[in-house]
């Protein structure tokens, strides 16, 4: 399973939108509505933002949505805060016996 | 609460073995998949493998198959996992992660602390 491809850094001003990409194969991203979107910050596990494509986890504010085209997902955070900064990586449900892959990450600064 | 609770860092030789643990509480333990995941310095995520707790069925990634065992102790709610033949490059900071069973794609919505595994002679 090859690792899915995301920009390695994306940023904003505070109150701008960014969108991530996240391209894999009809294998992975294209084959299944099963792609979360996590958020590390510094020293801390990754935590989920963005389930099933578009779902948010409960306490996850709104400012951060997810849609998919073909092999090709995106996460977009809307008015960027401070807090925002952080790593963001995307996972995809790869068939078999629950086999996962994850994204490259994407580094998101907050000018 | 719900959490995973793992042991602690370890250094290892080239050649060694090493085996982690991850420590269920606050939920039912069989309800849930478990999964390990690594993050080497700088580094992004690689999804190790998986282990269901019900029956032990496991299922490893390709690049990890021959060299990691993954295995469960229901009686005390924790899950181990065990990577073998040691390199330099196998240093990272481990995890283990939660999905739930119903749902093939579930995401990892809970986290252990991490465990650092640093491999050096």
Known sequence: QSALTQPPSASGSPGQSVTISCTGTSSDVGGYNYVSWYQQHPGKAPKVIIYEVRKRPSGVPDRFSGSKSGNTASLTVSGLQAEDEADYYCSSYAGSYRTYVFGTGTKVTVL | ?121
């Not at chain 2, 995973?4 to 860092?9: F, H, Y």
């Not at chain 2, 080497?40 to 490893?60: C, F, K, R, S």
Request: with cysteine; charged share 15%.
């Open chain 2, 1 to 121: 609460q719900v959490q995973l609770v793992q042991s602690g860092a370890e250094v290892k030789k080239p050649g060694a073995s090493v085996k982690v643990s991850c420590k269920a509480s606050g939920y039912t333990f069989t309800s849930y998949y478990l999964h390990w995941v690594r993050q080497a310095p700088g580094q992004g995520l690689e999804w190790m493998g998986i282990i269901n707790p019900i029956d032990d069925t496991t299922n490893y990634a390709q690049k990890f198959q021959g060299r990691v065992t993954m295995t469960r102790d229901t009686s005390t709610s924790a899950v181990y996992m065990e990577l073998s033949s040691l390199r330099s490059d196998d240093t990272a900071m481990y995890y283990c992660a939660r999905t739930g069973v119903v749902i093939p794609g579930d995401p990892f919505d809970i986290w252990g602390q991490g465990t650092m595994v640093t491999v050096s002679s």
